[in-house]
């Protein structure tokens, strides 16, 4: 232990400056190689476990915490946003979109089928969720009626392993595309009229909060 007139121990040298004409800073370099190994890790032991997929949401989830105005998502993003925006396409042009059976998607009994699917379930069960979320209720309800690449990939996981035919599959393809092409535009919408109904007023949300306090 030191004794009590010790000089302090010196603080920790300053990370080193960027590189010239570098777009990211070590710091941002070490961290993607973090969330890189990180990712690769729990990939490998899910995998082994039933599906590298859980890996991928667990270490996502690992760096959701880190409150360094969105630190991690930014690097992230970064980094890989044009080769993610590459292989997103090739890979759900060469497996969901051929798997897609024309001839059934484009019959009239697999139109209206997934119609009725398409705004029952996908969206009307999601938009009515909410009911008691007072002027929140719509934005939330819209929220959750986006659909993502990954809902096309388990159809087609679902049809490859003969789980439906492709009549089913034909209805469940126009069921998400009714939610994949509206959700974007109508929660946009009532999210534009939510933030202007309670956050560009005088007092803002806090201070309504204070005012109903007292």
Same mark, same amino acid.
């Given at each position: 232990?030191?004794?009590?007139?010790?000089?302090?121990?010196?603080?920790?040298?300053? !990370?080193?400056?960027?590189?010239?004409?570098?777009?990211?800073?070590?710091?941002?370099? @070490?961290? #993607?190689? *973090?969330?890189?190994?990180?990712?690769?890790?729990?990939?490998?032991?899910?995998?082994?476990?039933?599906?590298?997929?859980?890996?991928?949401?667990?270490?996502?989830?690992?760096?959701?915490?880190?409150?360094?105005?969105?630190?991690?998502?930014?690097?992230?993003?970064?980094?890989?946003?044009?080769?993610?925006?590459?292989?997103?396409?090739?890979?759900?042009?060469?497996?969901?979109?051929?798997?897609?059976?024309?001839?059934?998607?484009?019959?009239?009994?697999?139109?209206?089928?997934?119609?009725?699917?398409?705004?029952? !379930?996908?969206?009307?069960?999601?938009?009515?969720?909410?009911?008691?979320?007072?002027? @929140?209720? #719509?934005? *939330?309800?819209?929220?959750?009626?986006?659909?993502?690449?990954?809902?096309?990939?388990?159809?087609?996981?679902?049809?490859?392993?003969?789980?439906?035919?492709?009549?089913?599959?034909?209805?469940?393809?126009?069921?998400?595309?009714?939610?994949?092409?509206?959700?974007?535009?109508?929660?946009?919408?009532?999210?534009?009229?939510?933030?202007?109904?309670?956050?560009?007023?005088?007092?803002?949300?806090?201070?309504?909060?204070?005012?109903?306090?007292?």
């Amino acid at each position: 232990w030191p004794s009590a007139g010790a000089a302090p121990p010196p603080p920790p040298p300053p !990370p080193p400056p960027a590189r010239p004409g570098a777009k990211v800073s070590p710091q941002d370099e @070490a961290l #993607f190689l *973090i969330m890189m190994t990180v990712l690769v890790a729990y990939a490998t032991l899910t995998y082994f476990l039933g599906t590298h997929l859980w890996g991928c949401f667990i270490a996502g989830m690992s760096f959701a915490c880190i409150d360094k105005h969105h630190w991690p998502h930014h690097v992230w993003v970064k980094q890989t946003k044009r080769a993610t925006t590459w292989m997103i396409r090739i890979f759900f042009s060469a497996t969901v979109a051929f798997s897609i059976p024309v001839s059934s998607l484009l019959s009239i009994d697999a139109f209206l089928k997934g119609s009725v699917m398409g705004i029952g !379930p996908c969206i009307l069960t999601k938009v009515l969720c909410a009911p008691f979320m007072g002027d @929140a209720k #719509f934005v *939330i309800g819209w929220a959750m009626v986006g659909r993502a690449e990954f809902a096309y990939l388990i159809a087609q996981s679902a049809a490859a392993a003969d789980m439906m035919d492709k009549d089913t599959f034909s209805i469940v393809i126009w069921a998400l595309l009714y939610a994949t092409i509206f959700a974007p535009f109508i929660f946009r919408k009532v999210l534009d009229r939510y933030v202007k109904r309670h956050f560009n007023n005088e007092n803002g949300p806090q201070d309504e909060l204070k005012d109903a306090d007292h």
